[in-house]
């Protein structure tokens, strides 16, 4: 869960990272520095996808012991 007592979520917190993603890339489109024209909810479901993705293939490779388990 966040806390008052870190600014920078953990790994365990992936949740974060979409919607952070999310609003840079709306902010983009807002200043008109963007390539694409996506809302935030299109750029958020793209990043949780994104991150999903990369989470399950890694917990894939921990598994089949392709790469070591994460510390913690």
Known sequence: MLSEDYLIPTMDEWEVYPRVAAAVGAKAVE???ARINRTYQELYAQAEAMIKEARDITRLLM???HIPEAPG
């Open 31 to 33: 200043q008109g520095v």
């Open 63 to 65: 598994e089949r012991g």
